[in-house]
């Protein structure tokens, strides 16, 4: 409030409240969702293009060791990212920074700021990353950070010359009935794994920064369902079979992993089916 009478900048707050927790999402997973949500619903409301995200140099290092453990990708948060599904494009403004030098920048400038007391403690994930993990690596080699940026800068242009690539390759595998796969099957699996995530954000609502799809989305995204109604009842009927194996439950997900190698054969009924491959 006092930040935001003292620059005369509107001050919205909104309140959001998640039920019962289902699957293996987490109360951390599912509070991020649902206020990245928010913000993505008064954004449009208000008719912005941007918004701006606090993220800073150790969030972004601590984010690329996650994803090597967990997801086997060497990725991390981009500075600036133009969503595909809205008018909107999400900044990072102190990507650059250390949390260190931020909070040094607020004290010297009189900027109060408040550390959420759960940073504080290694029950969640992105902690014990921050207490011991990247902390055993600067005792390792003092250099750990500065070399982690350099490479993940490197990685970073790499992927933005690997998507507009592919984007063009997208452009072009295109067709009413789906992908052309055998134009695909031309293009190296980096090109052609890229062109699936293109073709699966724009054509469903599947949320692969996650690393899943649910098979609603895959059904309607291969164009074997024309709706995630006619996709629900399908597979309540057992009408679906992935690779072979009947699925059975509207909540079923595939890893971003199950796409690569020789992907995914998703079967309507016996004769039709559509070859997803990475």
Known sequence: ????????????????????????????????????KILFDVAQELHC???????NKDDIEETFLMNLLYEGT?????????LDKMPITIIRPLIYFTREETEQYCRDHGIDFVTD???????????????????ALKTINPSFEENAARCIDALREDNDYLTAQARRVYENALSQRGLDTVYLSGFHRAIRYRVISLFLSEHSDADFENGEINVLSLLVATKLCASRGEAR????????????????????????????????IVRKGKKVFHKVKA
């Open 1 to 36: 409030h006092t930040i935001s009478n003292q620059y005369a900048i509107p001050l919205i707050i909104k309140e959001a409240s998640f039920g019962k927790i289902q699957g293996n999402k987490t109360p951390c997973f599912l509070c991020s969702w649902f206020r990245r």
């Open 49 to 55: 293009n941007k918004i701006a995200l606090g993220h």
């Open 74 to 82: 060497l990725a991390t948060n981009p500075p600036r990212l133009k």
């Open 233 to 264: 009842r399908l597979v309540q009927q057992g009408g679906i079979t992935v690779n072979d194996q009947k699925i059975d439950s509207i909540d079923a997900v595939f890893a971003r992993e199950q796409f690569a190698g020789d992907g995914l």
């Open 117 to 135: 007391s759960t940073n504080l403690r290694d029950d969640y994930t992105r902690n014990k990353f921050r207490h011991s993990v990247v902390a």
